[in-house]
């Protein structure tokens, strides 16, 4: 059974750093595009970024282009989302997620986590 669980969310100050951790387990993965997600109150889900599992491409949502670094540890089978001068506007739930195609495209994702909560105070 493939499982995806996020941890690292909280609660943290504008201009904070936080870092998310997105464990997978239930088969392997070195296939697949693993993807960040959030859902802010009250919006849709949306694209944060991407990795593939290799670790040598990534790609961001403007919103969040040089403010946050997706990275793989391979031996803990963990993908991170690395978070730096955080904003109000990122307070979000964010999920990860994992597929087989390079996309921005929600629907392309085959199996997404649980959700972690991140709240950004003024």
């Not at 088969?27 to 944060?48: D, H, I, L, N």
């Not at 949502?61 to 990275?71: A, E, H, M, Q, Y």
């Amino acid at each position: 059974q493939v499982q995806l669980v996020e941890s690292g969310g909280g609660l943290v100050q504008a201009g904070g750093s936080l870092r998310l951790s997105c464990t997978a387990s239930g088969r392997t993965f070195s296939r697949y595009v693993m993807g960040w997600f959030r859902q802010a109150p009250g919006k849709t889900r949306e694209f944060v970024g991407r990795i593939n599992w290799s670790g040598d491409t990534t790609y961001y949502d403007d919103s969040v282009n040089g403010r946050f670094t997706i990275s793989v540890d391979f031996a803990k089978n963990t993908v991170y989302l690395q978070m730096y001068s955080l904003k109000p506007e990122d307070t979000a739930v964010y999920y990860c997620a994992a597929g087989l195609h390079v996309t921005a495209r929600q629907f392309k994702y085959d199996y997404w986590g649980q959700g972690t909560h991140v709240t950004v105070s003024p």
